[in-house]
């Protein structure tokens, strides 16, 4: 499309006020932030590499981008940086953090900074939200072109603009829209396509670039970008998720995308908002020359599918699972997808090749039980057919595989059909089932869909993770533990209500009533993923009570012994612990501990019996 055709000029005037006020160089900083929150920070956490580390794989595609150009682009991975400090040096100080990013910018001396984030979508205006406080420090210095993009940005952009933290924010994605910006920023003449996207502030309103809807061509790979960060280290300071601490934590990890965007149109989800309508894929040999480079040069074992919609094109993903199957038999590399699949696309051909090729686990989407609520958030999924995908995935018991689940669905479900959830997921009887409590965590996407919101912000999906201690205080006329499964029915559950049933859903179905810990299960499939997930929750009790029954049905009495010793010095310490031991009745078995698998059977058919709903015991 012709680009006389729109007309920019705002923008023009802009970049053209922006020179007149900053020197501008041709240095580029992009930078990552924390991929956590301070506010419930955990620093024996980070020390046993539990926090996210995934490497900043969309600044790599904007350096990419920006490549053809006279620049010299640096990538500053904050989050990385900042957990190196805090497991390294006993001396620093996490509250600290800004510094970090200070030292760095006395060395590069930018002109221009781009920012991004892929944090939870809590309150972006506390002072110590990560993306507010990186743009609130280098806006401070006033030195600096600021460039704000992700999801985080793309929600807040208008207040983001109005409080004038950064100059722009380039909203899905960035990378034809970064050269557009590019060209009026260096005065260069418009050579790229007007897309619209681009926000900005002039004369104190937020103006927004007028062109044609941008579709980013997928092409080539990101080997270059990978001089720019140091990948092989990053499993030195944190971890994907569980599957890559199940692969092995001194195993070197990385991503890999196979496909941009989503089939699905889901009521709750922002990946339209971000990616637009449809799917692309890059070239499987182009992604397989990347995975190589990665494997060969960089010593990469373990990979994670960034991809919301993997499984989509049959032809594509079986060629690139042959593509690892073949390094598999080489290198032994494995790989996992923490993002939900599509049921729909599950079939034996490709499980097969998922085995052949390495893969440790795998969830897939299902959100919900009731089968109203999947018409309401408009799933591509019916009950049918996720218990189609179950049976086939449980012919595989080699893959750690798992669903996951949404309670309070667009603000307006029901105890009854949180509990229809909960049943299902007992019914499909999978390894483990990922449950989240919704949160509003696209402004389009609420608007769009018109959801039922108080006008909170989003917290964690996982509420035990909104402190730094792990733990959910119970509140005085708030139903806790057991008696969860007794609320009528009919109510709408509060906030604070969502995070109890959220734990008595999580310990019932997935340590009390999992598959794996009775008889014909795989007991070594739970405690290697427990272990995995406790890195995370150091002074949790009943992860190691239950991986102790797990080790006395593999026979381990050592580390059964090892696990229960674990527990007894945390339950010494913290009474709230000792108090939902009681609440659960797992308080007696603490010293009267199981030695053979038919009382580990006994004693989890006692709990099951006690509170959980018949229906849902398999």
Not at 321 to 327: A, D, F, P, W
Not at 449 to 477: C, H, M, Q, W, Y
Request: aromatic share 12%; with cysteine; hydrophobic share 40%.
């Amino acid at each position: 499309m012709d680009n006389q055709h729109f007309d920019n000029k705002k923008l023009k005037q802009y970049a053209s006020s922006l020179r007149g006020r900053y020197v501008v160089n041709n240095k580029v900083l992009l930078v990552q932030a924390p991929q956590f929150l301070f506010e419930s920070f955990n620093v024996d956490v980070a020390k046993n590499r539990g926090y996210y580390a995934y490497h900043p794989a969309g600044l790599q595609c904007i350096a990419k981008a920006l490549s053809g150009r006279d620049l010299e682009i640096e990538i500053f991975d904050l989050n990385y940086s900042l957990l190196k400090h805090v497991i390294y040096e006993d001396s620093f100080d996490f509250k600290d953090w800004l510094i970090l990013l200070e030292k760095h910018l006395k060395k590069s001396q930018p002109s221009i900074i781009g920012v991004s984030s892929i944090n939870v979508y809590s309150d972006v205006f506390s002072p110590d939200y990560p993306l507010t406080g990186i743009m609130e420090l280098l806006r401070n210095k006033n030195k600096y072109i600021i460039i704000a993009g992700g999801p985080i940005a793309m929600n807040e952009y208008e207040n983001y603009l109005m409080k004038d933290l950064c100059h722009f924010v380039v909203t899905g994605e960035g990378e034809n829209k970064i050269n557009l910006l590019f060209d009026y920023l260096f005065d260069s003449g418009s050579t790229h396509a007007q897309v619209e996207g681009i926000c900005f502030k002039y004369d104190g309103k937020v103006e927004q670039t007028a062109g044609q809807r941008d579709v980013v061509a997928l092409n080539g790979n990101l080997i270059s970008t990978y001089d720019l960060i140091p990948v092989e280290d990053y499993h030195n300071i944190g971890s994907l998720n569980p599957y890559s601490r199940m692969a092995g934590q001194d195993r070197r990890f990385a991503t890999f995308q196979l496909n941009r965007g989503c089939r699905a149109n889901c009521k709750f989800c922002g990946v339209r908002e971000v990616m637009g309508q449809g799917v692309r894929h890059y070239h499987v040999r182009s992604l397989l020359d990347e995975i190589e480079y990665l494997v060969k040069e960089r010593g990469i074992r373990h990979f994670d599918v960034l991809d919301d919609d993997f499984l989509i094109n049959k032809k594509v993903v079986t060629e690139l699972l042959k593509g690892l199957v073949r390094l598999r038999e080489q290198f032994g590399i494995t790989w996992s997808s923490n993002n939900g699949l599509i049921a729909s696309s599950i079939t034996e051909e490709l499980m097969t090749l998922m085995r052949e090729s390495g893969c440790v686990g795998f969830r897939i989407g299902i959100e919900t039980g009731n089968s109203e609520m999947l018409i309401k958030m408009r799933k591509p999924a019916t009950i049918k057919s996720f218990k189609k995908a179950a049976s086939i995935l449980n012919r595989f018991p080699e893959i750690f595989t798992g669903g996951n689940y949404i309670i309070g669905l667009l603000g307006e479900e029901t105890f009854g059909e949180m509990l229809e959830t909960f049943n299902f997921s007992c019914e499909l009887n999978l390894d483990w089932a990922s449950f989240a409590v919704f949160q509003f965590t696209s402004k389009a996407a609420v608007h769009a869909g018109n959801l039922k919101t108080d006008g909170r912000v989003a917290a964690d999906f996982v509420p035990s993770k909104e402190s730094s201690d792990r733990e959910i205080t119970e509140e005085e006329g708030i139903v806790s533990g057991p008696e969860v499964f007794r609320l009528p029915e009919d109510v709408f559950p509060s906030p604070a209500q969502l995070k109890q049933i959220w734990f008595s859903f999580n310990l019932a179905g997935n340590y009390i009533n999992n598959k794996n810990l009775k008889p014909g299960g795989r007991p070594e499939k739970f405690t290697s993923w427990v272990e995995a997930v406790q890195i995370s929750y150091p002074k949790n009790p009943y992860m190691p009570f239950f991986t102790a029954l797990g080790y006395v049905l593999q026979g381990e009495q050592m580390r059964a012994k090892k696990h229960l010793e674990k527990v007894k010095n945390i339950l010494l310490e913290a009474d709230y612990w000792v108090n939902r031991f009681n609440q659960f009745g797992i308080a007696p078995f603490v010293n009267n501990f199981p030695q053979n698998a038919q009382e580990v059977y006994e004693i989890l058919g006692s709990l099951q019996a006690k509170f959980m709903p018949s229906k849902a015991i398999v």
